[in-house]
């Protein structure tokens, strides 16, 4: 193959690849968002035992006790708002760039996560 077509194929592949992301972050649903946004932390089953999730305290969403406690309008509201400690010190940025709905997707694949 000629050098030119090889460099236009790879141009033309990263185009339909970046075409592809962002077709994601739009409409993604709760779990990719869950895995983009939230698992560092929270961890990919909501357990909240990854490294910064400990050093954070987050609490294990697969516990339906967890769960329970959490009603769905302060995980809206902690999720578009962000969350402090009672001390002020932020312990999870607002989540930028979800629509309404994705953020109740959010939610509802954080209901998943309940063992
Ligand atoms: C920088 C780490 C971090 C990230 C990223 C993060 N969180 Fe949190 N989140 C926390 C901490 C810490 C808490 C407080 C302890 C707990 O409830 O687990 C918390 C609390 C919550 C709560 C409970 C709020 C309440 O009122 O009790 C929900 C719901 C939540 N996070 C959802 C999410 C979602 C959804 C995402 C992704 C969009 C996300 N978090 C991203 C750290 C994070």
């Known amino acids: 193959m000629e050098r030119n077509t090889i460099m236009r194929r790879i141009i033309m592949l990263a ?3 970046g075409f592809t992301a962002a077709l994601t972050a739009s409409a993604a649903g709760g779990k990719e968002n869950w895995g983009h946004m ?4 929270h961890g ?5 035992q990854t490294n910064i999730g ?3 305290h987050c609490k ?3 516990d339906a006790k967890v769960q329970a406690a959490l009603t769905d309008a302060a995980a809206i ?3 578009k708002e962000g969350l402090k400690d009672q001390n002020g010190h932020l312990l999870m940025r607002p989540a930028k760039g979800l629509s309404d709905s994705q953020v109740k997707d959010l939610v ?3 209901r998943t996560l309940k063992k």
Do not use: F, S, V
């Not at 939230?38 to 932390?41: G, I, L, R, S, T």
């Not at 990919?44 to 909240?48: F, I, S």
């Open 77 to 79: 509201k902690a999720i």
């Open 44 to 48: 990919a089953n909501g357990d909240g």
């Open 54 to 56: 400990r050093h954070l």
């Open 15 to 17: 185009a339909a690849a």
């Open 38 to 41: 939230c698992a560092k932390c």
């Open 108 to 110: 509802a694949y954080l």
């Open 60 to 62: 294990d969403y697969t």
